[in-house]
């Protein structure tokens, strides 16, 4: 049974950094897993913020673009989406998945408050 669980959410200040883990347990071969990174904020709808394929092809929304930044450790079952120059538009539920073969595997999310 695959499970996701997310890691590193909190409080932080307007311009500050956080770096969010996603760890990965049920999964033989996680290398084969395309990832992502995904937020919910209060009353919107869940939203991508970046992928990483199996292959290591990034892609980012454009809101993130060069403030985020995701990456795989296939040696650990894990990925992560550090976080820069956090804004208040960044508060949102922070969920990982995993996609493989049409299946999509989430996590129950974290939960990132930017605000002074």
């Known amino acids: 049974q695959v499970q996701l669980v997310e890691s590193g959410g909190g409080l932080v200040q307007p311009g500050g950094s956080l770096r969010l883990s996603c760890a990965a347990s049920?999964?033989?071969?996680?290398?084969?897993?395309?990832m992502g990174w995904y937020r919910q904020a209060p009353g919107k709808q869940r939203d991508l913020v970046a992928t990483i394929t199996s292959g290591g092809s990034t892609d980012y929304a454009d809101s993130v673009k060069g403030r985020f930044t995701i990456s795989r450790d296939n040696a650990k079952n894990t990925v992560y989406l550090q976080m820069s120059s956090l804004k208040p538009e960044d508060t949102a539920v922070y969920y990982c998945k995993a996609l493989l073969n049409g299946i999509n595997y989430w996590g129950k999310g974290t939960l990132v408050t930017v605000s002074s």
């Open positions: 049920g999964i033989i071969f996680f290398r084969n897993y395309n």
